[in-house]
């Protein structure tokens, strides 16, 4: 990619790349937002129309759809695979994606169809990059709704046609190595999912490998931390997220909530693992995280923690405890539902009395050691993505302003 400096002229305070011009957005497209058919008429719906909403613009699939009658007794509209979608409602206000497939929208998405003076991939990376300052300018700190008014009044910065088709050429080539990375992030997870599966059960058992598993209880292979906070100011005050696992307080909460408590938190070295008893989507049965990168930690103590012994590999138990192991003994000790605090009641007597696969050490190491070489992997993967959305990032930072201009081989466009 060549790169060419060319003058600037100030319009409107605003520093004009030569040959591009200012533009409001509705001279440069047609729009259309959708409806929602009567949720009591059964035929209106299970048809074969996806339907749309703000949540799904970047999906190429729906949870719902709608039939015929639906979408002509209502006020949805039909989009074409390639339009550009703007999200006006909704947790994601703002955001904005080139439709995956045909459908019909909801009153909670503008359709942006182009005019022949606007590329759709320019103005996709446009908008996107603008999003923060659109949610900044109209949403008071991400609160409320967008309107059409709204989206048709912003101003864009807008090259000839040619300098469009070129810069969405090198951001589409960009957006296309994320997406191929990304898929192949999705078929490792697929394949380590099946590691999971077979190796965590002994449904599959490594080379060199014999014998039946034991079965054995929690606490003979585990022991229960029951020391407190010492004092010590090099504890991290960590919290469990279902999602992210073991995670600062300060993170997830933007301060320390332990207060007055933090006194009486539980205090875990690297290794140990902590039993969250929030219930979640993710882990219905409750969550238990080890703790990894950190030598010491602070805990809610009303997590139930334990401590591997010498007789298990830890790094073993940590996939087999994320892999719901002990999910259906779980659900048969809990005594009810959620209790007033949000957790579920779990007797800790009980919970170590819970049994646990048991193959000998020297197989739990190696099956440890292909799980962690796939998260090795997964994690290499899912940084180059981070990498190539900031390096797309700072090539929207300056192609979409004009700061630095392609130098244009029309004939390749």
Same mark, same amino acid.
């Given at each position: 990619?060549?790169?060419?400096? !060319? ?39 299970? %048809? ?27 006020? +949805? ?5 390639? #339009?550009? @979608?703007? /999200? ?6 703002? =955001? ?11 009153? /909670? ?16 990376? *446009? ?13 008071? %700190? ?37 997406? +191929? ?22 449904? !599959? ?9 034991? =079965? ?16 010590? $100011? ?9 999602? @992210? ?5 300060? $993170?997830?909460? $933007? ?6 408590? @933090? ?8 290794? #140990?693992?902590?039993?969250? !008893? ?13 703790? =990894? ?9 009303? *997590? ?26 779980? !659900? ?10 949000? @957790? ?13 696969? *048991?193959?000998?050490?020297? =197989?739990?190491? /190696? ?5 962690? /070489? +796939? ?35 029309? $004939?390749?466009?």
């Amino acid at each position: 990619m060549e790169f060419d400096s !060319k003058s600037k002229k100030s319009v409107n305070n605003l520093e004009m790349p030569n040959g591009w011009k200012k533009k409001n957005l509705r001279s440069l497209a047609k729009f259309f937002s959708g409806g929602t058919p009567l949720t009591t008429k059964q035929e209106f719906y299970n %048809g074969d129309i996806p339907f749309i909403k703000s949540g799904e613009i970047y999906d190429d699939k729906t949870a719902q759809f709608i039939s015929e009658e639906g979408l002509n007794s209502s006020s +949805a509209k039909m989009i074409e695979k390639g #339009d550009l @979608l703007f /999200a006006l409602y909704g947790a994601n206000s703002g =955001e904005v994606a080139i439709s995956k497939m045909s459908g019909a929208i909801n009153q /909670a998405i503008l359709c942006i169809k182009h005019n022949v003076h606007c590329d759709t991939i320019f103005l996709y990376n *446009y908008l996107l990059i603008q999003k923060e300052r659109i949610i900044r300018t109209y949403l008071q %700190g991400g609160q409320g709704n967008l309107s059409a008014e709204i989206v048709k009044s912003l101003s864009i910065l807008l090259p000839p046609v040619p300098e469009q088709k070129a810069i969405a050429k090198v951001l589409g080539s960009m957006d296309e190595a994320i997406n +191929a990375n990304n898929q192949l992030i999705a078929q490792k997870e697929l394949r380590k999912k099946w590691l999971m599966q077979n190796l965590l059960t002994g449904k !599959k058992r490594l080379k060199g490998f014999i014998g039946e598993w034991k =079965e054995v209880k929690l606490g003979k292979v585990f022991e229960e931390i029951k020391s407190v906070n010492d004092g010590g $100011d090099s504890h991290s005050v960590m919290t469990i997220s279902s999602k @992210l696992g073991l995670i600062s307080q300060k $993170d997830k909460f $933007d301060r320390v909530i332990a207060g007055e408590s @933090l006194k009486k938190y539980t205090q875990l070295r690297r290794n #140990d693992f902590a039993y969250n !008893k929030g219930n979640s989507k993710t882990y219905p049965m409750g969550c238990i995280y080890q703790l =990894e990168e950190q030598e010491s930690a602070l805990v809610p103590f009303v *997590y139930i923690c334990f401590r591997p012994t010498e007789a298990v590999d830890a790094q073993f138990y940590k996939h087999w405890f994320l892999a719901y192991g002990l999910d259906r003994q779980l !659900k048969r000790i809990i005594t009810s539902g959620a209790r007033g605090d949000g @957790l579920l009641n779990v007797n800790k007597g009980d919970f170590f009395k819970l049994k646990t696969v *048991y193959p000998n050490k020297d =197989e739990q190491t /190696a099956i440890a050691q292909i799980l962690q /070489a +796939a998260d090795k992997e997964l994690n290499l993967l899912k940084a180059k993505t981070e990498l190539l959305k900031e390096q797309k990032k700072g090539m929207m930072q300056v192609l979409l302003t004009g700061k630095k201009r392609l130098n244009l081989n029309i $004939d390749s466009l």
